[in-house]
């Protein structure tokens, strides 16, 4: 089964059982994370190869999605970020599933994300200050996790 036949109307859906609801929520938080790699990359005016392909490469990595999976919840998650106008629904999915830690690991991967193409536009910069404050995670936290990715990609 594919991950768009198990998303399906994620946001809109009831669970008809416990165990499905458990499924259909881990589901949606790795939506609403994708959707939120969508937004940082495409919050300079372009959509890049480079941003595409590493978000596709934290999916699978780091989501541990297969490949297939992972270009789905990708497009997916394009849709979701194209017809949003705010951010505040998938900060919100992520905040209420996710522990400090955990909160702290989606801010690495958008950090990643960022840095894909080598640079970090200011409007990047400002999306990311947002994200972080939704999250509620430091300024602090967040310029550590972006150090901390900008030295592992050999950017400082």
């Not at 609403?32 to 969508?38: F, G, I, K, P, Y």
């Not at 950090?111 to 509620?136: C, H, Q």
């Amino acid at each position: 089964m594919s991950i768009l036949t198990k998303l399906g109307s994620i946001f809109g859906e009831n669970a008809s059982s416990e165990s499905h609801g458990r499924t259909k929520r881990v589901d949606a938080e790795k939506l609403a994370a994708a959707a939120l790699m969508v937004e940082v990359a495409v919050q300079d005016g372009d959509f890049e190869v480079v941003e595409r392909n590493a978000i596709e490469h934290i999916l699978i990595k780091k989501l541990e999605l297969s490949k297939e999976d992972a270009h789905e919840l990708l497009a997916l998650a394009e849709d979701r970020q194209s017809q949003s106008i705010q951010i505040l629904s998938f900060t919100k999915e992520i905040k209420n599933h996710f522990d400090e830690k955990g909160r702290a690991y989606i801010m690495q991967m958008l950090w990643e994300v960022v840095f894909a193409d080598g640079n970090e536009d200011d409007y990047e910069s400002n999306l990311m200050r947002r994200i972080a404050g939704l999250l509620y995670i430091s300024d602090k936290e967040s310029g550590e996790i972006r150090k901390n990715v900008m030295r592992d990609k050999n950017l400082s």
